[in-house]
């Protein structure tokens, strides 16, 4: 799922590289879409070169010049490495650090202790609906995928009965609950309360959330029963480990980033003056990259120092944190350019123009926009935004209660079936070690979940306020 600033928004507006009508785009963006599941799933062609040859089959069918996709697709992978990419490989090295100085077995040996059997599901949810208030989706990911890897091993659990989960904590939250960038942009778009869509967002969260969590990881488990990758799991400290760092400090470490961007989204709230010198602070310590590059320093001594590790170790602890991760970088760095090739190809204006003479109510017809919007660009950011600016009009005759729910609304369609082009989709299948029928079957359906059950909430909350 994938995460953008404002500032990425802004530059995707450029002019299309082609001049294909809404026709011929549609079944360019189809083609492109099926040569990529055709290269996997038939002929087992590695996702990185899939994804790298749908895009241009996507161009060539849709008529543009080669050289203007290339530039594209190019732009997307670049800016995806440079913000999810690094996120991925500062959080691989937190996670090596927990996992060989004994931190994560101590998070572990503690959530199995405290809660097991049928209570861990909802266990991990709770954890990953707290986590994940704050972060971007990629970044929640990054956190609690060693925990979620480590409980499912350890407590021989299903791997999609702890992951689905928290995996559904971490979405709903992104899609529907400021400050995430997608529901803040919408609320100033369409006008609408910040304090209460935040209040009716939880009050949607909530229900979605159990729904898509822990109720639908039951079937999820039945439907694809599979072992926590090996590649991904980080091991059990060697017995001659005499020391491993206490609960207290390990959950700290984790929860530095964590801390760190609420306070930045505080802040942002509160003060709202960007000449403020206090924000300006926030802004700076509260970035995923610096709160993440902080709690990796911060973890190098409370966690490698805290279990005896040498200079010598930590250092070859963070080598072989990058080795595993090399595959996702490229998979997801290749994703975000299959996305950008779709935005400069023109396909969120198309489905902009399609849908405009739709009649039906404000709440679904905002719904369906955002699904469309997400269903050919990937990206729920870009979704949420557009069509929040398309139904922005029709605010203005309705009470603040109904504006706040149709940002929801859109949040809600913003997050339906996410398929081969959301990075988010690559980043979940490649860390639990899926094939692509697998994680269409899992994470796919949780978030088409997600959105249904959450427009289904908004539609009953507009009937009742």
Known sequence: ????????????????????GNAQLGIAVLAGIAVIVVLISVFKLHAFLALTIGSLALGAFAGAPLDKVIVSFSTGLGSTVAGVGVLIALGAILGKLLADSGGADQIVDTILAKASGRAMPWAMVLIA?????????????????????????????????????????????????????????????????????????????????????????????RWVDIPAPERMVPQR???????????????????????????KALV???????????????????????????????????????????????????EKSLAPIAGVLLIVAAGGGFKQTLIDAGVGQMIL?????WSIPALLLAWLIAVAIRLATGSATVATISAAGLVAPLAADMSSTHTALLVLAIGAGSLFFSHVNDAGFWLVKEYFGMSVGQTLKTWSVMETIISVVGLGFVLLLSLVL
Not at 1 to 20: G, N, Y
């Open 1 to 20: 799922m994938s995460s953008l600033s404002v500032e990425t928004l802004a530059a995707d507006a450029v002019e299309p590289i082609t001049s294909a």
């Open 129 to 221: 609906s707290v986590i994940g208030l704050p972060l971007f989706f990629e970044v929640g990911i990054v956190l609690l995928i060693p925990v979620v890897l480590l409980v499912a091993k350890r407590g021989n659990y299903s791997l999609m009965r702890i992951g689905i989960p928290a995996l559904a904590g971490l979405s709903v939250m992104h899609g529907l609950i400021p400050p995430h960038p997608g529901p803040l942009v919408a609320i100033d778009a369409i006008g609408a309360n910040l304090g209460l869509t935040l209040a009716l967002g939880v009050v949607v969260a909530i229900p979605t959330v159990i729904i898509a969590g822990p109720l639908f990881s039951k079937y999820a488990a």
């Open 237 to 263: 400290p060697s017995e001659d480990l005499q020391t491993r760092p206490s609960f207290g400090a390990t959950i700290s470490t984790v929860l530095l980033p964590v801390v760190l961007m609420l306070a």
């Open 268 to 318: 942002d709230i509160v003060v709202d003056d960007p000449e403020n010198r206090v924000q300006r602070v926030t802004d700076v310590i509260g970035s995923p990259l610096i709160a993440l590059l902080a709690a990796v320093l911060v973890g190098i001594f409370t966690l490698g120092r805290a279990a005896g590790f040498s200079k010598g170790r930590i250092s070859a602890t963070v």
């Open 353 to 357: 123009d399609i849908s405009k003479d």
